[in-house]
């Protein structure tokens, strides 16, 4: 079994990040979308296990975040910003239990 140790990353708008670099994650602010996507490529090239990503950006990087759910690691997930929730990442996680049991039992 590996016994990697995998680090945590955040990846968004400064104001929304900046809580999660006082808890200890490492942080990475960014401004537009193909900055996020440049960062996303990186941190999964350097033993980043889990991605927090902002829905925001998240938003305008459908793609991205569809080839990295087809990865195993680095798990990238959706998170609210501080102006609030979009239902993004409550969706995909609804998506991904319809996917895996056959339907939505949310």
Do not use: C, W
Request: net charge neutral; hydrophobic share 40%.
């Amino acid at each position: 079994m590996d016994s990697k140790k995998y680090k945590i990353g955040v990846i968004g708008n400064r104001d929304a990040i900046l809580p999660f670099r006082m808890i200890g994650f490492q942080t990475f602010p960014v401004n537009e979308a193909q900055e996020a996507i440049n960062r996303l490529r990186k941190l999964a090239h350097e033993d980043y296990g889990i991605i927090y990503l902002t829905e925001d950006i998240a938003r305008e990087i459908p793609e991205t975040i569809a080839y990295y759910d087809s990865q195993v690691i680095p798990a990238v997930i959706p998170i609210p910003t501080h102006k609030g929730t979009g239902g993004l990442g409550l969706q995909r996680v609804q998506d991904n239990v319809e996917k895996a049991v056959g339907q939505n039992i949310l």
